[in-house]
């Protein structure tokens, strides 16, 4: 569960980092980048899309100012995975929410992965 965002850190589990994450609904928080600092490329966001998840959200940033490309949105939705894509502190809000939610119903998990980007 992500405890708390703000610009530039997140404290997942109780643990903080002060960089860019993917967190997988197994738990798994993994470092994470972007070929270029501001745009969200189909590079970007291919290994998580190889896990085969239900949901991506994508945290733009604290003031949105990250972009995500037509060509990475339609990449994500053509394998079948919805797509979120908000200011990060709403998108970790949105993660949680599903996740517990998903826990909550039986026999079921949603398979979900944040790529979120901590400052900007």
């Known amino acids: 569960m992500i ?7 997140i404290v997942i589990d109780g643990r903080k980092y ?3 994450v993917e967190v997988r609904w197994s ?9 270029e600092s501001h745009i969200f ?3 970007d966001v291919e290994r998580a899309v ?7 959200i994508l945290g733009t940033g604290a003031y949105g100012l990250a972009k995500v490309p037509k060509q990475t949105q339609k990449f994500i939705k053509d394998k079948g995975i919805e797509l979120i894509i908000d ?4 998108a970790v809000k949105t993660f949680n929410i ?4 998903s826990e909550d119903e039986q ?4 398979k979900i992965i944040g790529l979120f980007h901590l400052t900007c």
């Open 3 to 9: 405890e708390k965002y703000n610009f530039g850190f």
């Open 18 to 20: 002060d960089y860019d």
């Open 27 to 35: 738990g798994e928080v993994l470092k994470w980048w972007r070929k």
């Open 41 to 43: 490329a189909l590079e």
């Open 50 to 56: 190889e896990q085969g998840p239900d949901v991506i």
């Open 87 to 90: 200011k990060t502190g709403e």
């Open 98 to 101: 599903i996740k517990e939610k």
């Open 107 to 110: 026999g079921r998990k949603t």
